[in-house]
């Protein structure tokens, strides 16, 4: 209850701060001017241990820093060397929507794709890019565009591409580093998870309970097909079954042409299952085994680079990169605080079809606006 109370205490503490208790407060460019006194008259006491756990969060300093253009950041190698590796980072649920939150930069993961990539492709210094991948995978549309871009800046430059899978590089991440000269997985990462989910609930007697009763008006029998009001009906199944074969199968058949040496028997890779690095390695679903300088060293050799030439990262204003694993925070925090979600009820805000390794449920709803 101390706890609870001092809690309390702070927020409203940071409440009369934020209105200066009658004060004016301005904010221009990311800085905040406070006009007016601010006066506290008697005894403020804080009973209880105050004890935030262990919560940790990557804030950035700018609110504007999204309108910041991208700029390369030099993580490793002499700043007066001209020719450049990029290592472009691709983190988290791939889905073509903000999915920021409070605390955090909130950018689309495919359009902040699509910058890098246009980056990369303008810097005629640029000889090789890494594809550091960190991602369970995402929408299908989502992951189609981000192979879009990535086979168009190789078609257009003739760069040597390599990917270098780190904890996770499962469904449409795993699409993604396909369409690179070469991929790298560590020993302890995640590979695999080929196929296909389209999250469908059935919410029914759950409303029921709450004397929450749909009522549709609508023209065309199927226009609700899925929605968790009611149950799916067999050929409505059967509709959405065909659409979900169709997108494995394209996925199958993308692997299938960019890597024939492919030893396992397509039942073992293709039916969602995932594996360690090691393991992918084994089946040919990855070219070798090894760690993000072991992918950098690929690439500077297959471009032609001294050991001495520059790597870079692309960030904006206030985010800087200081090593090639730097991350930029793009998850709600909302999200980590507040990690319980009613499936189906954000039906409309989801995805549709994923190519996703999908053992968190979270999972679903982690693109929400």
Known sequence: MARIHSLTLLLLLALLFCTGCGSKVFRHNGAVNMAGGFDMTGDMTVDGKLDMGELKTTVSLNPNSRSTPLTPVVVSGRPIRTEKIAVIDVDDFLVDRNVGGIGTMGENPVALFHEKIEAVRQDKNIKAVVLRINSPGGGVTASDMMC????KLKQDRQLPIIASIMTVGTGGAYYLANHCDTIIAHPTSIVGGIG??????????TMGQFNVLSSPIKSGEKIDA??????????????LQRIADSFHQRLIDQINSKRPQVTASQEQWSDG??????????????????YLDTAIEIARQQAGLKPDDR???????????????????????????????????????????????????????????
């Open 273 to 290: 299952s995932v594996m360690t690095g090691g393991e992918a390695h084994a089946m040919g679903l990855v070219d070798g085994v090894g």
């Open 226 to 239: 899925g929605t968790p009001e009611r149950p799916i009906e067999a050929d409505e199944l059967a509709m």
């Open 196 to 205: 296909v989910i389209l999250n469908v609930y059935n919410l029914q007697d």
């Open 311 to 369: 790597v870079v990262m692309y960030r904006r204003e206030n985010d800087p990169a200081y090593t090639p694993l730097d991350v930029s925070p793009n998850q709600p925090v909302l999200s980590s605080l507040i990690p319980l979600r009613v499936p189906g009820l954000d039906r409309s805000t989801m995805p549709t079809f994923l190519y996703l390794w999908q053992s968190d449920p979270a999972m679903a709803t982690l693109a929400r606006p």
């Open 148 to 151: 879009h871009q990535l086979a």
